[in-house]
Structure formats: C-alpha cells, structure tokens
C-alpha cells in the first residue's frame, strides 16, 4: 500500500531534550516536506527537499534540521526543543512535478502531536 | 510569493444543505491550486485540483471547485452535505520557480465545516 509513515504519533518531551521524528514514503518520491499546523495559522512549512541530499528552508526553519540521506526517508531533527515547538507535525511527498499533465499531489503521513513542557 | 486566503474559519451548515468554502489566492502567472481535506484525527487528503484546463473541477465525494481568474477565486461547492464531511478543508496554491527547479506548496489557514444534524 502506498503510503507515508511517521513515528512516532505522539511524543511528549522536556525542552532542551533532542529528538527526531521519522518520516518514511515507499512510493520513490522525490519530493518530500515537513509542516506543522497550529490552529488558525493552518499549515506552514519547515523544510523541504527535491530530492536525495537536496534540501531547503521552508517558512519557519528555525529550531528544526532535515535530512535527505536516501530517497525514502526525511527525518525532523529538533536539537533543543522549546514550548513554542508544541504542535502538530505532518510530513508529506509527491512525484517530481513535470508539467500540468503530472498527477501530482502530497500524500500526507497521519501526523505527530508533539508537546514539549 | 503567493499566498492563499480563506476568510471563513468555521462554516455550520445543515444536512442536505448546499455549501460554499471560499478560498482567494495572490496572483500569479501560473496557478496551480488544490483543496485538501483533513478528518478528524488523520492527516490530510487530495479532494481535487486545478492544473488547467476546464475551469469547474469535479473532486471526490460530490465536492468541485471553479477557478475564476478575474477574481483569483478557487471556491469549493457542494450541493448537499453529510454529517460525514465534517471535516477541516484546507486551500492551497503550488508555487513554483521554474528557473532554480523549486516549487512549494502554500497552504491557507483552514475551513471547519461543522454538519448540523
């Protein structure tokens, strides 16, 4: 079944306690992205990447790290949590875009809820 | 950079009745715009998109949408509603640098549509 895979689903931590949070697609996307979504800001983009060892800011990078080491897999780092970090994190992937005739769209993992007291 | 608008934060409506979630994007040469729909407690799902082509899209679930150039509008319709789209509806536009081979996808702030029995 194609789908996108994080781990884990819920995670509470202390600040300053480093964590990741994996995200896995096993339908050899090249595109893939974090977002975390807060309510009344809808969803907003950390990071994302075109492809293996190619990655790039979104719109509230900071406090987190991505990597892109092999195609499947797009781990979140977050190496010194703070409170303001308490959210709800979704990871995401779709096909390189080709064109207008392309199938594109994200396929959403079922979210991490994280708290950071 | 794009940006997308959806002025409705929460739309009560009754069953079988007809709705109409409002999105508004920021004008761009090339739009490429989508409605995604988030269940409660899952991450979210393609519900249609507009790449080109014919204006009236018709989604999953007797959702569609038109997208009105003049007035940079990509509205989402349905006849009658379910207590199974009690959902949050989210808007958003892909935006993509052609040159540097980048795109990002830039998601509204998020629709509740809450089905009154």
């Known amino acids: 079944e194609a789908q996108v895979t994080q781990n884990p689903r819920y995670l509470i931590t202390v600040t300053g306690k480093k964590l990741t949070v994996t995200c896995s697609q096993n339908m050899n996307h090249e595109y893939m992205s974090w977002y975390r979504q807060d309510p009344g800001l809808g969803l907003r983009q950390i990071y994302y990447?075109?492809?293996?060892?190619?990655?790039d800011k979104g719109d509230v990078p900071e406090g987190y790290k991505v990597s892109r080491k092999e195609k499947r897999n797009f781990p979140l780092i977050l190496e010194s949590p703070s409170p303001n970090q308490t959210s709800l994190y979704f990871c995401?992937?779709?096909?390189?875009?080709?064109?207008?005739?392309?199938?594109?769209?994200?396929?959403f993992g079922s979210g991490t809820q994280l708290s950071v007291l | 950079a794009q940006s997308v608008t959806q002025l409705d934060s929460q739309v009560p409506v009754f069953e079988e009745a007809p709705v109409e979630l409002r999105c508004n994007y920021s004008s761009s040469v090339s739009v490429y715009l989508f409605w995604y729909v988030q269940y409660p407690n899952q991450g979210l799902q393609l519900l249609l998109k507009?790449?080109?082509?014919?204006?009236l899209v018709k989604g999953i679930n007797g959702f569609e949408a038109e997208f009105n150039k003049s007035q940079t509008s990509f509205h989402l319709r349905k006849p009658s509603v379910h207590i199974s789209d009690t959902a949050e509806y989210f808007c958003?536009?892909?935006?993509?640098?052609?040159?540097?081979?980048?795109?990002?996808?830039?998601f509204g702030t998020g629709t509740r549509l809450k089905v009154l029995a």
């Open positions: 958003a536009v892909s935006d993509r640098l052609l040159a540097s081979g980048t795109y990002k996808y830039i």
């Open positions: 990447s075109m492809n293996v060892e190619v990655t």
């Open positions: 995401a992937s779709s096909p390189r875009w080709t064109g207008p005739t392309t199938n594109e769209k994200l396929f």
């Open positions: 507009y790449l080109s082509g014919s204006t």
